[in-house]
């Protein structure tokens, strides 16, 4: 066996390197491979050589892994003997997707995907769950909306935790498979930056006319916000056709865009078992062909795929039910007979049947319902709750709303305008109702992926599937309102307000790394009303999340209005405190930080707030902090001197020379020195002010009793200002007074100080020059 691995190992560097021809892979690798592969060979040979076909996979041609590996990997997903192969193709699905690309996905490698997500294994299903994303974006946009999305949500569901826990981690990053930047109005440019876009047209205008929307343009499906964007496939939109709603059976489905159904019966199952969150082997739809006689229709919207019905049908609950309902309507029949008559104003539109139901009969209906709900795991189980179950209520009027969705899905001659009277009349009861609804209606993703994904921050969830995994909801949230876009962020505001205040500090701490990234997605009306509450709130947090708002605190300011950003300067000094003065790398970010922030502040606001912490990190403990603070001190002077201010940097010079220049301690007087340095190097200040206010206190730290501190002023004044063509003037005022100094330390008693100061400026390397001013 250790001969084997090497032998593997070699082959794998070799084509990384590109040393085999093609015509010696094809006719010497490949059959070799393929007969280590077979059926009759030795199992541990197997899966020896599986594992190579997917790992060189990536490194051959399409038309060569299409046309040699390719069947045989399918062959061996199905490899019922050892299921260690299969656990081995499982895990490299989403490789071998890549290789081949989409045509092949779809025709050859889906159906095997389908079966490995069915394995008995559990292994195997928790990897499918881990390359979803991968094979999702191998696939073209109907296949993963009406084959894809219902898998996953069957993988949520499982009965193994392990592969629930996979399933769920995968959830964010394959949700943001769905990213269409001409629905979304948000573009990913070449270097990452997020751009707005107006939208291409009222998509669901488009789509209630029964038209399909235009195809055309370039969109991206990031799995995260920091990776780069890459141009795809824009994702075509699925008509409906305008089949009458009053058949008994499922009729014949219209063309996909991906081609004509083969099955119109299982089309309509798939289509269902999307908006139901179940997969099509388990959809309950497929035992309603037959004896139903309701039409199953979904609600409306630019990316929905509905079976037939009336297309303008608003949101119900009773639509969006996982568990399908048994046949009652035999059972309604004999109520209706029995209830009678009823008065004339139940015949108007919105009631489904002429006859009404008296209270008393529709309460016996509820009754029998109750056990079937009871039976509804999404029912009993918190965790999967949403909004697209049905909540039964001990009101009268929503009781009556409730049957009346039930009659009305079970005549099918009857208009379907009912349900919105319906719905209309129980928003004059109960305004709130309809609001909540809608809050947690979009048309980007499949509904039961968002619900799924919502339910993550549930506390039912920690305990049944991972205690990580309100973190990983935190963690995908900004690619999932990236793929929603801004107009969609009333799905996710409630979940993201859930996470900010979170009792775990590491989900907290994910979401304050990347607020900035979401505050650029939703834009500066949303950030201010949404995104600043939560922002203030991790500014008083823990160190541990506040490092995530200062790693990118210039980013979420820049966002902000002017007046709203004012209101930070006084908070900024609180990042100078911390809860371990040890940590001295939060000292240090900040001072970063605020090497940009300057840009956006006037001078005046500079000198009354960022000064004074600047002059405090100068004084910092730690060297590291200091040397940085240094740096700092000479962007807030260029930022003065650049917009004329020069009486506040004249201010700002007299407080570095009382602070530094006559600091007790030398490492302050050394500071000084490597301020004067720095400001010489960026020419931040005048030149005259410099040899006014600045070039006398730098000269007397010649006669500093630390040689540290005169190594320095050598450096300063041999490496730094004679290297100036200002001061090499002959003319010069200034330059014998300089030259003498260096004859001073020329002949200091600490041969360091006399070895730099005797360093001639023309006998360093170039090189060595251009690096020195760069650390410095």
């Not at 289509?271 to 309701?294: V, Y």
């Not at 973190?471 to 900004?478: I, N, V």
């Not at 775990?504 to 950030?527: C, M, N, P, Y």
Request: aromatic share 8%; proline share 6%; with cysteine.
């Amino acid at each position: 066996m250790q001969v084997r691995k090497s032998s593997q190992e070699v082959l794998l560097i070799l084509l990384e390197q590109d040393l085999i021809f093609q015509h010696d892979i094809e006719n010497k690798v490949c059959p070799i491979l393929l007969q280590l592969s077979a059926p009759d060979s030795d199992d541990e040979y197997k899966a020896e050589a599986v594992s190579i076909i997917c790992k060189m996979a990536s490194m051959l041609s399409k038309s060569t892994v299409e046309r040699l590996l390719l069947p045989r990997f399918c062959e061996l997903c199905g490899d019922g003997k050892l299921f260690q192969v299969r656990k081995v193709c499982a895990a490299n699905f989403g490789d071998i997707c890549h290789a081949v690309g989409q045509e092949a996905t779809e025709k050859f490698l889906i159906p095997k995907f389908f079966e490995l997500c069915s394995d008995a294994v559990w292994g195997m299903r928790k990897a499918c769950a881990e390359c979803f994303t991968a094979v999702s974006h191998s696939s073209s946009p109907g296949v993963r909306r009406t084959q894809l999305s219902p898998l996953f949500i069957r993988l949520v569901s499982d009965p193994c935790r392990w592969v629930r826990q996979a399933a769920f981690q995968s959830l964010g990053p394959f949700i943001s498979t769905f990213a269409n930047p001409s629905r979304a109005g948000l573009y990913l440019r070449e270097d990452g930056t997020l751009s707005i876009r107006p939208l291409t047209q009222d998509f669901d205008s488009g789509f209630a006319s029964g038209s399909p929307a235009p195809s055309s343009g370039v969109n991206t499906s990031p799995a995260s916000l920091t990776s780069s964007a890459k141009p795809v496939q824009r994702e075509p939109e699925l008509p409906v056709e305008g089949t009458s709603a009053k058949t008994s059976n499922f009729p014949h489905m219209g063309s996909s865009p991906d081609g004509p159904a083969e099955n119109p019966v299982e089309s309509c199952v798939s289509a269902g078992a999307e908006l139901t969150g179940l997969s099509p082997e388990t959809s309950a739809f497929s035992k309603l062909s037959d004896n139903s006689d309701f039409p199953i229709s979904s609600y409306p919207g630019s990316d929905s795929w509905a079976c037939p019905g009336n297309s303008e049908d608003v949101f119900s609950h009773f639509l969006y039910w996982r568990t399908p309902l048994p046949d009652i309507s035999k059972d309604l029949e004999l109520l209706l007979s029995e209830a009678g008559p009823q008065e004339d104003y139940c015949s108007r539109p919105g009631v489904v049947h002429n006859n009404c139901v008296a209270r008393s009969e529709i309460q016996k209906v509820l009754d029998s319902l109750q056990e079937h709900l009871m039976n509804d795991p999404d029912v009993q189980d918190p965790s999967s709750a949403s909004d697209n179950q049905i909540t039964l209520s001990a009101s009268s009027s929503q009781n009556e709303l409730f049957v009346a969705r039930i009659l009305q899905s079970t005549d099918p001659g009857e208009p379907r305008n009912g349900t919105r009277d319906h719905l209309e009349a129980d928003q004059r009861r109960d305004p709130t109702l309809l609001e909540e609804n809608k809050s947690k209606l979009q048309d980007i993703i499949p509904q039961p992926l968002l619900d799924q994904y919502v339910s993550m921050t549930d506390p039912a969830r920690a305990q049944t599937v991972d205690t990580d995994i309100a973190k990983h909801c935190a963690y995908s949230l900004p690619g999932v309102a990236l793929t929603l876009g801004r107009q969609n962020w009333h799905c996710l505001k409630d979940t993201y307000e859930t996470l900010a205040s979170d009792v775990q500090w590491k989900v907290r701490r994910t979401l304050a790394f990347s607020i900035h990234e979401l505050a650029v997605i939703l834009g500066d009306q949303l950030t201010a009303a949404d995104l600043v509450p939560i922002f203030n709130g991790f500014l008083k947090d823990l160190d541990e999340v506040r490092i995530g708002v200062l790693k990118h605190l210039y980013d979420f300011l820049k966002l902000l209005h002017e007046d709203k950003r004012r209101d930070y300067l006084y908070q900024l000094q609180e990042f100078v405190v911390t809860d371990n003065s040890r940590n001295w790398r939060f000292r240090y970010e900040l001072a970063e930080q605020l090497i940009l922030i300057l840009e956006l502040y006037s001078p005046s606001d500079v000198y009354d707030y960022l000064m004074h912490i600047a002059l405090k990190l100068c004084a910092d403990q730690v060297s590291e902090v200091r040397w940085i603070s240094f740096k700092l001190v000479v962007a807030i002077l260029q930022k003065f001197y650049s917009n004329s201010e020069s009486a506040l940097g004249l201010h700002f010079i007299n407080e570095l020379i009382i602070r530094f220049r006559h600091c007790s301690k030398w490492v302050g007087r050394q500071a000084f020195a490597f301020i004067c340095q720095a400001v010489v190097s960026k020419e931040c200040v005048p030149v005259d002010q410099f040899v006014e206010h600045l070039l006398p206190s730098l000269l007397s730290l010649a006669s500093d009793p630390v040689p540290n501190v005169r190594v320095l002023l050598a450096k300063a004044l041999r490496q730094m200002l004679l290297a100036k063509a200002y001061f090499r003037n002959a003319g010069n005022p200034h330059l014998e007074v300089i030259e003498e100094t260096i004859l001073a330390l020329q002949s200091d008693r600490d041969q360091d100080v006399s070895f730099f100061a005797a360093l001639e400026p023309k006998r360093r390397n170039i090189i060595d020059t251009a690096v020195l001013e760069k650390q410095n």
